[in-house]
């Protein structure tokens, strides 16, 4: 059963932490591993080749993000929005597919790794930007050839905004999510949605360090994976392809699976 966590206490080593990335110099010879432990909290591990020390997530060659561009075809040339970066690992992916991209991330720590990460590997033809990439949506903006949206669907307090605001820029997403998938567990409450009742679900995150991932505020609410399709084809998603979690559940309890979904009138 979800249940609320209602423990939000700010861990006072992420404070030193945090504290310590504006303090001091380096005395070091000048080196990228240097850039990266001036930042606490890394979740990402650099290509073994680098021989770099970060974090231990392989997201740098995701299966995910593989399938994501083999659905879509070729990314050269195309413009790609990213939601969410983390570290950039995945936007390096894109970029060296060929994409221009824009990619917006609200975390602050964060949007620092990303921009270490773009020092150390170098990419081209990326802006990060520091912000709510819900804003960033709904504001006057440029269309995009593609949406990638890995891992924020369920950090969402309201995650049928964000769908219809990505829907709005772009005929194409890809989007990696934690969803509820047991209909024997009950819901929060139902939202009405083009004629459909979404079920959400409260979620609380309870505590939080530097190496947090998870959204701007706490008690998002998660969707069913039934309602995230019919969300998906109410929009006007008609080409829709489904990958059950090809790297195992996060936190190795939650159900997860990725989505890619186009409007088959756009294709060519």
């Known amino acids: 059963m979800l249940r609320r966590n ?58 995910r993000i593989t399938w994501c561009i083999e659905r879509y075809g070729d990314l050269t040339g195309r413009r790609v929005l990213e939601l969410g970066p983390l570290e950039g690992a ?4 894109l970029a060296k597919a060929g994409a221009h991209i824009d990619a917006v991330e609200a975390n602050r720590l964060a ?24 804003q960033w949506l709904e504001q006057a903006g440029p269309r995009y050839d593609l949406v990638v949206a890995s891992g924020v669907l369920y950090h969402m307090r309201e995650p049928l905004r964000l769908l219809r605001a990505l829907s709005e820029r772009a005929d194409a997403i890809y989007l990696w999510t934690v969803m509820v998938d047991d209909d024997q567990v009950p819901h929060t409450f139902t939202q009405k ?34 309602d995230i399709l ?32 186009r409007r088959s009138a756009s294709v060519g």
């Open 230 to 261: 019919a969300v998906l084809a109410a929009l006007g998603y008609d080409d829709v392809t489904v990958l059950n979690d090809i790297i195992g559940t996060a936190g190795n309890v939650l159900p997860t699976f990725s989505v890619f979904a």
């Open 90 to 93: 995945h936007t390096y992916m």
């Open 193 to 226: 949605f083009e004629n459909l009742d979404v079920r959400h679900y409260a979620r609380g995150y309870g505590d939080r360090s530097v190496a947090f991932c998870g959204g701007a505020m706490d008690f998002p609410n998660w969707m069913h994976r039934d």
């Open 111 to 134: 949007f620092l790794k990303c921009l270490v990460t773009r020092e150390v590997l170098d990419f081209p033809d990326t802006r990060f930007y520091l912000g709510d990439f819900v």
């Open 6 to 63: 209602w423990f939000r206490r700010r861990p006072r080593s992420e404070e030193v932490a945090v504290a310590s990335l504006f303090s001091g110099e380096e005395t070091r010879s000048p080196s990228h591993q240097n850039a990266i432990d001036a930042i606490p909290g890394w979740n990402c591990h650099f290509p073994v080749e680098l021989g770099l020390t970060a974090g231990r997530l392989p997201a740098f060659d995701d299966p």
